[in-house]
């Protein structure tokens, strides 16, 4: 197992170059939030557009429209019952996240067989979520495309028939390598499952157990992968920022929020990129 460590976050995170413009930074679309999750989604897209993702589309329940907006008018939106629309501007996305607040119920089964169906090979994928608990359910080996899945324990327990206490980094391992997409396994200390390596990371605070913090972790590791070329580089590094910054904030604070995380991740950027 090898420590996620800051030189990796420091190469990832590079300087923007001066001739470039939002669509060089990525199209990503988030899909989640139904009438009792926005949050979710609004938590998950604020970190993904803190985290400098060029151009944000968040398909979601029409009722959440209003305080996504009222809270980030910077993402684009669409009725997530809109599915050929949903389905039209998929095909335009650099990254998809599904699953922050998505359900469970049978449009979400829809949605997440939308985006399964129709991904492409050149798109990176996160699933997150209620989009776990729904996979979990499925005999469904999963599309060719980039794919992260970022489990809590418990998600990670239906997604792999491990139980919480089996889930070692060895038995993880091999459940990944069925699984053909790279696993973040979130705990206290989380730990994340590429196909040639174990990485474990070192930050991590019990300030951080509070709902929307995966969220918001799903929100960064999409962000990052709509600007950094190397996957798991893009995804190794929004997990230790996440971590390193509730740390930081968890010196004088008993519980740190997922928005305050957000409202941070610039601030690490701009000083990783100039390290
Ligand atoms: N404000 C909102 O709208 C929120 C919406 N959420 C959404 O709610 C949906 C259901 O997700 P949940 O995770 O709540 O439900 P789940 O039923 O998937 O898992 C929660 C259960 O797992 C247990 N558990 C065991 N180990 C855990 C670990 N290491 N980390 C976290 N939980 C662990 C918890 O105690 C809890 O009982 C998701 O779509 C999620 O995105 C949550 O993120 C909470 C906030
Ligand atoms: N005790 C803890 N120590 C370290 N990190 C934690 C702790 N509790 C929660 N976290 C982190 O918070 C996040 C919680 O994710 P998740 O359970 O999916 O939240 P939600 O779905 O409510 O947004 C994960 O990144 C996890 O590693
Ligand atoms: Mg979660």
Request: proline letters at 4%; hydrophobic letters at 45%; aromatic letters at 6%.
């Amino acid at each position: 197992m090898q420590s996620i460590t800051t030189e990796l976050v420091h190469q990832t995170i590079t300087r923007r170059p001066a001739e470039s413009h939002k669509g060089t930074y990525g199209r990503l679309m988030l899909i989640g939030g139904n009438q009792n999750f926005g949050g979710a989604i609004i938590m998950a897209a604020t970190a993904a557009i803190y985290s400098g993702a060029g151009l944000v589309t968040v398909a979601t329940d029409a009722s959440n429209f209003t305080s996504l907006h009222a809270q980030l008018p910077e993402a684009m939106v669409v009725d997530y019952r809109q599915t050929a629309y949903v389905t039209q501007l998929l095909q335009t996305m650099d990254v998809i996240i599904i699953g922050p607040g998505l359900g469970t119920d049978q449009l979400a089964a829809n949605l997440l067989t939308t985006v399964l169906t129709h991904v492409q090979a050149h798109q990176r994928l996160v699933i997150d979520g209620s989009a776990l608990t729904l996979l979990a359910a499925r005999q469904q080996s999963l599309p060719d495309a980039q794919i992260v899945v970022t489990p809590h324990q418990m998600e990670w327990q239906r997604l792999s028939g491990l139980k919480i206490a089996d889930q070692t980094p060895t038995a993880n391992r091999q459940a990944q390598q069925h699984l053909h997409a790279i696993a973040v396994v979130k705990a206290h200390h989380t730990t994340v499952y590429t196909n040639d390596r174990v990485w474990f990371n070192p930050g991590g605070t019990p300030a951080m157990a509070t709902g929307g913090m995966g969220d918001t972790l799903a929100g960064m590791v999409g962000g990052f992968a709509a600007q950094f070329p190397d996957f798991t580089n893009a995804i190794l590094s929004a997990v230790y920022l996440h971590s390193e910054v509730a740390d930081d904030l968890a010196q004088s604070r008993y519980v740190v929020l997922p928005h305050q995380i957000s409202a941070e991740i610039p601030k690490y950027m701009h000083r990783a990129s100039l390290a």
